[in-house]
């Protein structure tokens, strides 16, 4: 088992019970998650020694935060305290052909105030194999984007693989300017993780005769991204995930590994969602346990898509299953039978 360490933003998450629409109701559930912070949640359910930094208050919200991580073994030595505020994301699932909605109230929020002197890089990285970001992170503010690009060059130094998922989020910033930071750290990041959107977003790179919004997905559209972005960058490896929406409950799901000279498809499940927020967290915490494991490609992208289907199936951001999980389904049993 191997160290990872993960860096970005740990969110309060206000819901609404079920389906119910924000306009509909007068109490909210409350609970923690962020991509990097899912992450490291995932991993360290597997078995993984896994570390989370970021910046986040020393008031009762804040701990409560930090608990959050604590509770599944996750590290959480490395976040500094500091600030006044913990960052809201308010979620409505969507149903059927409504999709799901998300309101930030992130603006100020502790990491929004963190300097590069809250960060011992060289010490965080002591005994690491692996550190993970996504591109939400840096579109917080220019401050952090460049803590995020220390960590990076920080990594290196210390022989650290890195992964990048980069996550674009419109209402964080533009798509000139998430071209712009991303080109730079990107040049860092030896595993490069997105989705059917983010290289079109964030690099302008498309796939050919897909349209996500229909739900099709053109497998040969794909490769090329992929050889694109790995061309560009000199990535070792891009998974690139595959979903097909029919409605905000019912979607198709896959991926596919580069490795630079082939290219890996795993099966493609179809699943019925709970609840899809940290979906792709959880295939880059499948991923990362994969690699880390020696899992050859194949093995490798069957396992990510394994854990980010069973994702879907769960309350909450963060993924809480085991290995011996995810391994039975990716092994090909997704009956879903009662276990006795």
């Known amino acids: 088992m191997g160290k990872v360490v993960t860096f970005g933003e740990l969110m309060l998450r206000l819901a609404p019970e079920g389906y119910y629409r924000f306009a509909q109701v007068d109490k909210f559930g409350a609970t923690f998650g962020g991509g990097e912070a899912n992450v490291a949640v995932s991993l360290a359910n597997y078995g993984f020694d896994a570390a989370f930094v970021s910046k986040l208050p020393k008031h009762e919200i804040g701990q409560a935060a930090i608990n959050s991580l604590r509770k599944y073994g996750v590290d959480v030595s ?35 105030t963190a300097s590069k002197d809250d960060f011992d890089w060289k ?27 220390d960590a990076c060059k920080a990594a290196k130094e210390a022989g650290v693989k890195i992964s990048c998922d980069l996550n674009y989020r419109n209402k964080l910033w533009s798509k000139e300017k998430a071209g712009q930071v991303m080109a730079v750290l990107c040049k860092y990041v030896d595993v490069c993780i997105a989705n059917e959107e983010d290289a079109a977003d964030v690099f302008g790179i498309h796939a050919a005769n897909t349209d996500v919004t229909a739900g099709e997905v053109n497998h040969e559209g794909y490769k090329d991204v992929a050889k694109q972005l790995a061309d560009r960058f000199g990535f070792e490896k891009v998974a690139i995930t595959l979903r097909e929406s029919l409605s905000a409950n019912d979607n198709n799901w896959s991926a596919m590994l580069y490795d630079g000279n082939d290219y890996y498809f795993s099966k493609k499940y179809k699943m019925h969602i709970v609840d899809r927020v940290g979906g792709g967290d959880s295939f880059g915490g499948g991923l990362i346990a994969a690699q880390l494991s020696g899992y050859d490609a194949q093995r490798t992208i069957e396992f990510a898509v394994a854990a980010s289907c069973l994702k879907h199936s769960i309350e909450g951001d963060y993924n809480m299953v085991t290995m011996e999980e995810v391994e039975k389904l990716a092994g090909g049993d997704g009956s879903g039978r009662v276990q006795r």
Do not use: M
């Not at 500091?82 to 100020?108: C, H, T």
């Not at 010490?123 to 460049?146: E, Q, S």
């Open 78 to 112: 490395g976040v500094a305290r500091g600030g006044d505020r913990v960052g809201i994301y308010y979620l409505e699932k969507g149903a059927s052909q409504r999709p799901s909605k998300v309101i930030y109230d992130r603006a100020g929020s502790s990491i929004y």
């Open 123 to 149: 010490k965080i990285f002591d005994g690491a194999d692996w550190f993970h970001f996504t591109g939400i992170t840096p579109a917080l503010n220019d401050d952090v984007a460049a803590i995020c690009l």
